[in-house]
């Protein structure tokens, strides 16, 4: 705060303010992942969530020459589910295809109804997935990144399957990834 900081003082604030938030998505994330809290279930829209959330992680897109897109439908897709923890899940899939480009590359985000049925899908062109790569990456700590957490999908995982859904995950090594959520329209009440 002070105006008369000399240089090494300003890097090692700029340094704490950075560790600080890292620990703070770490143990945001453990909270999350190990005592999830029960959603509460209402009509939620699922259009206005994704504009939501391309919004949050826009400037970091921009930062990085990343060029994001939405493919939505021509009517509003309301779902039973929890918007905050559907929120979690778009940023978390959002972020984790940031990491897998690093520079210069695309994100489409998209949701579509089929029968009784929503299915979302972020698909990047990133590095991709080896066929291990892909059995493990919803396993708690398991990460492709030296500075990833290893809970973002297992978090993921964990709400949608909270909601009675189910993941597919298409990628190839070099190719990028895609990564499809499918979410009962009622949220899995019978």
Known sequence: RSDNQDAKAHEYAELMVGEVDRLNRL??????FSRPRNPEFINVDLCALAHHSLTFVQADADSQQITLSLNLPEAEIHLHADPDLMQQVLLNLLQNSLAAIG????????IEQNANEVKIWVKDSGKGLSSEEQTKIFDPFFTTRKDGTGLGLAVVQKIVEQHMGHIAVESNKGQGTSISVFLPLDGGIQ
């Open 103 to 110: 520079t210069d590359g695309t994100i489409e985000l998209g």
């Open 27 to 32: 143990v945001s994330a453990l909270l999350q």
